[in-house]
């Protein structure tokens, strides 16, 4: 049995942060190939800036001063207070020594400690499009007692692959049945016009997308909270590119989608929120809405090769539409969940 002390990662001492953001590093290359690949700006920032509606916690498993496990927490504050969100890993040269299971007891002690009811992780998976991912992760939670919520998968779209043509054709197609609708493309915070209605709609997003019996529930999201996530994507040097589309005659945002560029990342990105007002459905707006966003993509980023997205498995409109725009399979993942107060393994 290893010794080790799980502690707080001190973002004033950086010899303890570089063993922590090398044990991430080491845990996506052994587990994760083929995947987006792992950023280590991303993770620093996220050390020091924090999400505006919820408390990250970062924890390390520490034997004389190396990291050999990693644990993030998340608990939101705005919204779905019973639950707490989390990530862990063990160094692959650590690993079926107990360092899993210490970390995993300390994210439910504190989960418990915060009033949280639910503890829920993503966990990426193995599957005949993405070989390389290793899936330690599933069977581990399997054993300590977790559910498999909500299945999901991956799918990338090579920029540089797209047929032009097919997808020229495909927008003056949809066009035909949008009229009445009109486009606009922005980035970073959508102006005063429409920024309640934006605001709607990603909070629509809890609801309306599929959830399994992943335990997410309905979020309050206003103007405010999407100036917020703005704020603090210009501090982690994140681009969000986005477009909307407008019902003419209301003033309606009947639809949206983002596409978020993060700094230290210039060949793959990440497609955010896609989605369009149950009122306005049937419009092809959301296909037209992902070929406007990613031509603009193209242009503001020209050196861009990979989008990557994630869609709950049973979301058969949104990944239709995806795999009309160029997306391919490339991944498997599920979330995991637990109801606090039942046993643990
Ligand atoms: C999943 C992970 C954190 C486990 O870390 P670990 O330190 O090896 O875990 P432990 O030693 O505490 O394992 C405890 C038990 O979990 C189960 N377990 C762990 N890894 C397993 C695997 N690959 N297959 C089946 N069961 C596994 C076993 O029951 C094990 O007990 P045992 O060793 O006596 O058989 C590690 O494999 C990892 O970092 N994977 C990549 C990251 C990841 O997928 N994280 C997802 C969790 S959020």
């Given at each position: ?10 973002p ?29 700006h991303q ?9 505006p ?28 207070t ?7 890993g ?9 360092i ?18 639910s ?10 499009h993405?070989p390389?991912?290793r ?9 300590k ?20 043509d ?10 035909k ?17 429409i920024i ?27 103007a ?6 703005e ?5 982690r040097?994140?681009l ?10 209301s003033g ?10 993060q ?41 861009m ?6 869609n ?8 239709a539409?995806?795999?009309?725009v ?20």
């Amino acid at each position: 049995m290893t010794h080790f002390d799980i502690v707080p990662v001190d973002p004033s001492d950086p010899s303890l942060v570089e063993s922590w953001l090398a044990a991430q590093e080491a845990v996506h290359e052994h587990d994760f190939q083929g995947l987006r690949p792992f950023n280590p700006h991303q993770v620093l920032v996220g050390l020091v800036v924090h999400d505006p509606d919820s408390r990250r916690e970062h924890w390390a498993a520490v034997c004389d001063g190396q990291v050999l496990g990693y644990l993030g927490i998340a608990l939101h504050d705005r919204d779905n207070t019973h639950l707490a969100g989390f990530q862990l890993g063990v160094h692959p040269a650590s690993r079926r020594r107990g360092i899993g299971s210490a970390l995993l007891r300390h994210a439910e002690e504190r989960a418990l400690e915060d009033g949280r009811t639910s503890l829920t992780s993503w966990v990426d998976l193995p599957s005949e499009h993405s070989p390389d991912v290793r899936g330690d992760g599933g069977p581990f939670l399997i054993a300590k007692g977790y559910q498999r919520s909500l299945e999901g998968a991956l799918r990338v779209c090579e920029l540089a692959a797209v047929d032009d043509d097919a997808l020229d054709r495909l927008w003056d197609e949809s066009w035909k049945r949008a009229e009445g609708f009109e486009l606009t493309v922005y980035h970073g915070v959508p102006n005063q016009r429409i920024i309640e209605g934006v605001a709607y709609l990603h909070a629509r997003m809890y609801t309306d997308m599929p959830r399994g019996d992943w335990d997410l529930q309905e979020a309050a999201i206003t103007a405010d909270t999407v100036r917020a996530w703005e704020r603090q994507r210009l501090q982690r040097g994140v681009l969000n590119i986005q477009a909307a589309v407008i019902h003419k005659e209301s003033g309606d945002v009947a639809g949206l989608t983002e596409i978020h560029v993060q700094a230290g990342d210039e060949r793959h990105c990440l497609q955010g929120d896609t989605i369009v007002d149950p009122r306005y459905r049937g419009h092809r707006l959301g296909t037209i809405l992902k070929i406007a966003n990613q031509r603009r993509l193209c242009s503001m980023r020209p050196w861009m090769r990979y989008v990557w997205t994630g869609n709950a498995v049973a979301n058969t409109h949104m990944i239709a539409i995806n795999e009309s725009v160029g997306y391919r399979l490339a991944g498997a993942n599920a979330v995991f969940q637990k109801k606090l107060g039942s046993p643990s393994a």
